[in-house]
């Protein structure tokens, strides 16, 4: 079956540390993988994507996520966190193939202390 | 990234009357959207695929007399929710599908948040 999951459903972190926030996905054909933020009562904001080629993805905010085939993850990453980045992350794994439709993890919400 | 846009970011309704929500891709072409729901503190949920110029793909469970999604271009596509109930009030976001690439991305409107009393 076709998943992703995301392990923490809540991560509380002190701003300036760092960050990394667990996907890993179960998926038939080769993924498209995906990272957004979500604000509260706010659409989606795509972070960062994964097609093909250099493992290791840069995205917007100072985020990056590294795709490890071998352990099927795609753990987004930030080395030093600001108190604007508390929000709920949301990984998503796709393929064209699939009528380009998204399997969505169920969000990891994060908490910024000072 | 890509633009785009919803309208209304809100709406306030009685029960049984219809809300027509707009999803408009501001500076990109899209044959393809989707409709999502969302709930309090939960994750997407996939409602129909939207393509331009056919009829929309609903999924499992979603009725489509219900919920009627028009693509009538490449930049608007619209999900009216008819004779709306409670149940019904939830956050409802559209996203666009970037087309003519093999990197086919979605972007996401700011939602659109449904009340029904």
């Known amino acids: 079956a076709q998943s992703v999951t995301q392990p923490d459903i809540h991560i509380t972190v002190s701003e300036g540390a760092s960050l990394e926030l667990r996907c890993n996905y179960s998926?038939?054909?080769?993924?498209?993988l995906f990272w957004y933020v979500q604000s509260p009562g706010q659409g989606l904001q795509l972070l960062l994507k994964y097609f093909s080629g250099d493992t290791l993805v840069q995205g917007i905010k100072g985020f990056e996520a590294e795709f490890k085939r071998s352990q099927s993850s795609f753990n987004l990453r930030k080395p030093s966190v600001h108190w604007s980045d508390a929000a709920e992350y949301f990984c998503?794994?796709?393929?064209?193939?699939?009528?380009?439709?998204?399997?969505w993890g169920l969000g990891t919400s994060l908490a910024v202390n000072p | 990234g890509a633009v785009v846009s919803q309208h209304p970011s809100w709406v306030i309704c009685k029960s049984g009357t219809s809300v027509k929500i707009e999803c408009r891709s501001l500076d990109f072409q899209a044959t393809t959207m989707f409709w999502y729901r969302q709930f309090p503190k939960q994750s997407l949920m996939l409602m129909a695929t939207s393509n331009e110029g056919s009829k929309a793909t609903y999924e499992q469970g979603v009725e489509k007399d219900k919920f009627l999604i028009n693509h009538a271009s490449l930049t608007l596509s619209t999900l009216t929710v008819t004779s709306a109930h409670p149940e019904d009030s939830s956050f409802y976001i559209c996203?666009?599908?970037?087309?003519?690439?093999?990197?086919?991305?979605?972007?996401f409107g700011p939602g659109t948040r449904l009340l029904v009393l």
């Open positions: 998926y038939g054909a080769t993924p498209y």
């Open positions: 998503a794994v796709g393929n064209a193939g699939n009528n380009r439709k998204l399997i």
């Open positions: 996203s666009s599908l970037t087309s003519g690439t093999l990197q086919e991305t979605q972007y």
